[in-house]
């Protein structure tokens, strides 16, 4: 019987085969292994399971199966308080879905889950891997170094090139983002731009 790992795997899958803009990023990994990754707490995973996103006929399904597999993941954060704050860290969290340390193992690139809360600026950033936005629920403001800024919602995205800086600001709704790094450095993680 799948689990809910599973299912969230499958409905990543359907998305991403059938939406251009993810296919065309990167191919859906074809090395998956499953892992023994523990679950690991997030203060946001009960406020991603208590969210009643308005339904989108294209992404809604993998919204619900977010949800539903929130418990089990291993959640994660790049940063620390005395970075970022008690507040982001609260409403801010992450998990490596497939990856080289994630619920599926793949060598070819990696695929996040993320998620923002209301009211959060995320602070410029850079990484060596080149990234993918592409946003499953609520909508944020996206600015990137070269790029004009837009307010993304579902089905809509944002690419980011090897170490251009981006930053990201949530207003009165959360966001849920797929997000999938191809290219160098698949197991780094983002660093902050410093003045």
Same mark, same amino acid.
């Given at each position: 019987?799948?689990? =809910?790992?599973?299912?969230?795997?499958?409905?990543?899958?359907?998305?991403?085969?059938?939406?251009?803009?993810?296919?065309? %990023?990167?191919? %859906?990994?074809?090395?998956?292994?499953?892992?023994?990754?523990?679950?690991?707490?997030?203060?946001?995973? /009960?406020?991603?399971? #208590?969210?009643?996103?308005?339904?989108? =006929?294209?992404?809604?399904?993998?919204?619900?199966?977010?949800?539903?597999?929130?418990? *089990?993941? &291993?959640?994660?954060?790049?940063?620390?308080?005395? +970075?970022?704050?008690?507040? %982001?860290?609260?409403?801010?969290?992450?998990?490596? *879905?497939?990856?080289?340390?994630?619920? %599926?193992?793949?060598? /070819?690139? &990696?695929?996040?889950?993320?998620?923002?809360?209301?009211?959060?600026?995320?602070?410029?950033?850079?990484?060596?891997?080149?990234?993918?936005?592409?946003?499953?629920?609520? +909508?944020?403001?996206? +600015?990137? #170094?070269? #790029?004009?800024?837009?307010?993304?919602?579902?089905?809509?995205?944002?690419?980011?090139?090897?170490?251009? =800086?981006?930053?990201?600001?949530?207003?009165?709704?959360?966001?849920?983002?797929?997000? *999938?790094?191809?290219?160098?450095? *698949?197991?780094?993680?983002? /660093?902050?731009?410093?003045?």
């Amino acid at each position: 019987m799948p689990t =809910p790992l599973d299912d969230l795997l499958a409905h990543t899958r359907a998305l991403w085969i059938g939406t251009p803009s993810l296919a065309d %990023f990167t191919p %859906f990994p074809d090395d998956l292994v499953p892992t023994t990754q523990s679950s690991s707490p997030a203060p946001a995973a /009960q406020k991603i399971m #208590d969210w009643q996103a308005a339904p989108n =006929p294209i992404t809604g399904a993998l919204h619900t199966a977010v949800q539903k597999a929130a418990h *089990l993941v &291993n959640w994660q954060f790049i940063y620390t308080e005395a +970075e970022v704050g008690r507040h %982001f860290l609260d409403n801010y969290a992450y998990f490596e *879905l497939i990856g080289p340390t994630g619920h %599926f193992h793949s060598a /070819q690139c &990696n695929a996040y889950i993320g998620y923002w809360g209301p009211h959060l600026y995320y602070p410029a950033h850079h990484h060596a891997s080149e990234e993918l936005y592409f946003v499953l629920s609520g +909508e944020a403001l996206f +600015e990137s #170094d070269g #790029d004009a800024a837009a307010t993304l919602g579902p089905t809509e995205h944002r690419r980011h090139a090897s170490h251009q =800086p981006h930053a990201m600001t949530t207003k009165d709704s959360a966001i849920l983002t797929l997000v *999938l790094w191809r290219g160098p450095d *698949l197991g780094g993680s983002s /660093q902050l731009v410093t003045a």
